[in-house]
Nanobody, 125 residues
Framework: QVQLAESGGGSVQAGGSLRLSCAASGFTHSYYCMGWFRQAPGKEREGVARIHSVGSEWYSDSVKGRFTISQDNNKNTLYLQMNNLKPEDTAMYYC???????????????????WGQGTQVTVSS
């Protein structure tokens, strides 16, 4: 059973930076996708960034150029470096994972089987 645990959230002012971490355990195959999703109050959960275990990355248009997803396979940890944060980035951020039969990672959050508990990011203006 894959288990995920996020950390690193907090409160920052607009223009600031945060780095989120997701400690992962329990993978039994080496071909998988991991992603960051977020949900603001009253809004649907949306994708932020995702990465394949072999290294390909994808970003939503709203964070492209500001956020960077990365993974440390030795430490089984996923990261999200968030720079130039904006108030509209305020949300609960979730780490998610799924096994993948290809080198592509879907943006459809409903296809991710494993989820962490979330970490709150609050950006003030």
């Amino acid at each position: 059973q894959v288990q995920l645990a996020e950390s690193g959230g907090g409160s920052v002012q607009a223009g600031g930076s945060l780095r989120l971490s997701c400690a992962a355990s329990g993978f039994t195959h080496s071909y998988y996708c991991m992603g960051w999703f977020r949900q603001a109050p009253g809004k649907e959960r949306e994708g932020v960034a995702r990465i394949h275990s072999v290294g390909s990355e994808w970003y939503s248009d709203s964070v492209k150029g500001r956020f960077t997803i990365s993974q440390d396979n030795n430490k089984n940890t996923l990261y999200l470096q968030m720079n130039n944060l904006k108030p509209e980035d305020t949300a609960m951020y979730y780490c998610a994972a799924r096994y993948s039969g290809s080198s592509y990672c879907t943006s459809n959050l409903y296809e991710y089987n494993y989820w962490g508990q979330g970490t709150q990011v609050t950006v003030s203006s």
